[in-house]
Each structure stands twice: as structure tokens, then as C-alpha cells.
């Protein structure tokens, strides 16, 4: 047998699905990513904590490979992150991604927003992409919304379009990099509804937010970081009540109490 099909059947049997294993990553003299080693099981819900600069966002980013990695290994479903061309676009494809900015096509309609990647990586035909889109845009509460461009939605109507234009791609995980906080406070809700009902769901997700409610109510563990190594992980009851490290304690004694 090869290392390559044991580490399959190794992800097969474990039901790991994003492996990080010693992941480094500098940005000039600052290491933003310090020795990461951290493991996503299928259908888990991951939330990623800490303060501004602690490096979540960019070991978002490593894991569909926006960012490159200076060293360790990163491996989705058992295989390693592709470096370039089809296998990269079909791995994003694979790891669905949505950003604080809603990165959707101004010049398209909501429906071809969510049309046009399963037709150009996934080679869906087109009524069925279409058929498709329709489905998941009523998912998540925009079906009306359709025939617009995205000028003419809320914040938080984009960023649920934003979550449909990902689903459509069937992703094996999906990737938040802090989807809320770029929106007014009465639409927060609106978009964390969408995510719990997918952690319900079983999607596989892994959240880097500030939102604190939906970690304690939706994720199945929380990673905390800080100053670019992960400090410590837990459930969120236990990390919530009592967080071992005086990082975590001083990060929630000053967010939980203003």
C-alpha cells in the first residue's frame, strides 16, 4: 500500500477532512502563523476566536490556499492543497468560502451570480444550475431577490447570496472569514440564521467571527488564537465558563463585559 492510499483511508476512517500539521506562515518579520496543527472532522463546526491579528484570518485563507504556506502540510478529504491551475479551481470549489466583503459580480444578477461557477468548474448544464440556484437562493431567504443586481440588496441579502453562490458548488467544507462584520447590526441575525441552519444541517464549516452567541450556540468547538499559534481549543461550554489560558481569560473578560 502507498502512503498516499493509507493516508486516505486514514481520513476514510477517522472522518477528518481539514488536516493542518505544522503550518507556518510569515508576512515580512511577523510570523502570523506559528506551528499550526489542527484537525477538522466531517460535519464538525469549527469556530476560530482571538484577538485582531491573531492570525485567524489568514489561516482561513491558507486552508482554500489564497495564502501560500512556508511550511507543514495542509490536506482536504485526505489530499494535499494543489498548487495551481484546474486542481486549484477545483479545490475551491471543493472549500466553499465567504468573506467579510461579499465579492459578488456587480455586473451579473443575483441568479448568474450563483449560476455562473457550477456551470464554469462543476460543468453544470445550464437550466440545471439554474434550478439549482433557485433552490438555495430560497434557502436562504432571497428567492425574490433573483432577477436584481447586487447594488439593489441589503448587506445582508449579498452576503446570504454569497452563501448560496459557495453551497452551489456542493463544497465538502465551507470557510467564514468573519461573514458578519462588515454588516449593519440588524442584519447580523439574518446571515448567522443561515449559518446555524447549516451547522444543523451537517455542513462542515470552520468561522472565524467576533459573533460570540454564535459560537457558544452553533459551533462543536472553539479554537482560540493568539499572536499566531492556537492557545488553546475546547467546547464552547467549557470555554466559555472556564477557559484554561490568561489570554483567553483576558480576551473574554474584556468582550463579555462591555
Known amino acids: 500500500m ?8 486514514d481520513a476514510a476512517a477517522t472522518g477528518d477532512l481539514v488536516v493542518l500539521k505544522s503550518v507556518n506562515k510569515h508576512f515580512g518579520a511577523l510570523h502570523v502563523l506559528q506551528d499550526i496543527d489542527l484537525t477538522i472532522a466531517r460535519g464538525e463546526v469549527v469556530v476560530v476566536i482571538g484577538p485582531s491579528g491573531s492570525g485567524k484570518s489568514t489561516l482561513c485563507r491558507a486552508i482554500n490556499r489564497l495564502e501560500t504556506i512556508e511550511g507543514g502540510s495542509i490536506t482536504i478529504d485526505g489530499k494535499p492543497l494543489p498548487h495551481e491551475g484546474k486542481e486549484l479551481a477545483r479545490l475551491r470549489a471543493d472549500v466553499g468560502m465567504v468573506f467579510q466583503s461579499f465579492n459578488l459580480f456587480a455586473h451579473k444578477t443575483v441568479l448568474e451570480n450563483v449560476t455562473l461557477g457550477q456551470v ?11 434550478e439549482r440556484a433557485r433552490a438555495l437562493l430560497d434557502r436562504v431567504g432571497v428567492g425574490a431577490q433573483a432577477d436584481k443586481y447586487p447594488a439593489q440588496l441589503s448587506g445582508g441579502q449579498q452576503q446570504r447570496v454569497a452563501i448560496a453562490r459557495a453551497l452551489a458548488m456542493e463544497p465538502k467544507v465551507m470557510l467564514f472569514d468573519e461573514p458578519t462584520s462588515a454588516l449593519d447590526p440588524e442584519m447580523i441575525n439574518e446571515v448567522l440564521e443561515v449559518m446555524q441552519q447549516l451547522a444543523r444541517d451537517g455542513m462542515t464549516m470552520i468561522v472565524v467571527t467576533h459573533e460570540m452567541g454564535f459560537a457558544r450556540s452553533a459551533a462543536n468547538r472553539v479554537v482560540f488564537m493568539a499572536d499566531g499559534r492556537i492557545v ?8 466559555f465558563s472556564n477557559p484554561r489560558s490568561d489570554r483567553a481569560k483576558d480576551f473574554l473578560s474584556k468582550i463579555l463585559h462591555h
Request: net charge neutral.
Open 2 to 9: 502507498t502512503e498516499v492510499s493509507v493516508a486516505k483511508e
Open 120 to 130: 464554469k468548474v462543476r460543468k453544470k448544464d445550464k437550466k440545471a444550475a439554474e
Open 232 to 239: 488553546e481549543e475546547a467546547t464552547p461550554d467549557q470555554f
